[in-house]
């Protein structure tokens, strides 16, 4: 069934100009979220505790403009599977890619955080189209082995290689490994709640992946975050800010902090490019975890 969706109707849909796949965007929206409601009841949940001082008119309006970006981004994605280099690269501006180049130049490998914010696949995309590092991707499989491998050719088609959450810890453990530079979601759900860090993020008491942090500090590898932006409709740019350039010398927590606080000002910057269709918070805190104050 996988294969007859994507060669009777995801690929001759990548091969469209988005010009006229942003007209299936707009049909997309109204069926999926002004006719089926398409997981309304998880994103007015989400919206209305993560912004307790909006009013439901102003939490409506997010949802709306959420629902229309949501569906462009599906389609901008469906895109990425017959994209060409060139319109990668006219598509997304990298920024500040001086970051990058000075920590390859001191022979050291990388860390790139960056959230569910924008087209982040896009994104990545465009980053792994620049010279230097070789590029890795760290990523949850697809169940659908024919859909998991569609994607893993797709993304890696301009150098990024995809890495199974898995298996991160023998790659980093692998002495005759190029220089690599990680690309980490800073917003995921932990698996594991007893092994997360925790914070109030949008209001909620939120458990943070740590092995950013982890991986950072025990191979002393620096971290810049990648803020995502949106210049307009299938144009976007990703600009790169230093977090650590001396992990191994920072404070337990400070590395989850500062990613985690640059997300958060992203979303309450402009909240309807962030992904409220998922369960972020399906955990609560253990009793015996501590929820961490801020430090500044």
């Known amino acids: 069934m996988s294969k007859l969706l994507y060669y009777l109707l995801l690929k001759p849909i990548s091969w469209l100009p988005l010009s006229f796949s942003y007209g299936l965007s707009t049909a997309a ?4 979220f002004r006719v089926i409601g398409f997981r309304g009841e998880v ?9 307790p001082d909006k009013s439901l008119t102003e939490i409506k309006a997010i949802h709306q403009k959420f629902g229309r970006h949501f569906c462009d981004i599906l389609v901008e994605s469906i895109r990425l599977f017959s994209i060409s280099r060139k319109e990668v690269m006219a598509r997304c501006e990298v920024v500040n890619f001086e970051w990058v180049e000075r920590f390859y130049r001191e022979g050291r490998h990388l860390i790139v955080v960056s959230g569910h914010y924008n087209n982040w ?7 792994s189209c620049m010279p230097l590092y070789r590029y890795v991707g760290i990523y949850k499989p697809l169940k659908d082995p024919f859909m998991n491998e569609q994607a893993v050719l797709s993304r890696g088609k301009f150098g990024m290689e ?4 898995n298996d991160v810890d023998a790659h980093f453990n692998d002495p005759n490994k190029p220089l690599c530079a990680y690309f980490f979601g800073s917003d ?39 803020h995502i932006a949106k210049i307009k409709r299938g144009y976007y740019s990703i600009t790169f800010h230093l977090i650590s350039a001396d992990p191994a010398s920072e404070a337990y927590g400070a590395i989850t902090q500062r990613h985690t ?7 309450r910057e ?6 409220w269709t998922h369960k972020r918070w399906k955990h609560q ?3 015996n975890m501590p929820l961490n104050e801020w430090v500044d």
Not at 121 to 127: D, T
Not at 261 to 267: F, G, K, N, P, V
């Open 270 to 275: 402009m909240p309807h490019y962030w992904l």
């Open 162 to 165: 995809l890495l199974p959450k």
């Open 43 to 51: 994103i007015n949940k989400n919206l209305t505790r993560s912004f």
């Open 121 to 127: 696949e896009l994104a990545a995309q465009a980053v």
């Open 261 to 267: 606080r640059m997300t958060e000002q992203a979303i």
């Open 285 to 287: 805190r253990p009793d």
């Open 29 to 32: 929206y109204w069926l999926l």
């Open 188 to 226: 995921q759900s932990p698996s594991n709640p007893e092994r997360a860090y925790w914070l109030s993020f949008l209001h909620q008491q939120t458990g943070v992946l740590f092995g950013i942090e982890k991986y950072a500090k025990a191979f002393n590898c620096p971290v810049v975050y990648g």
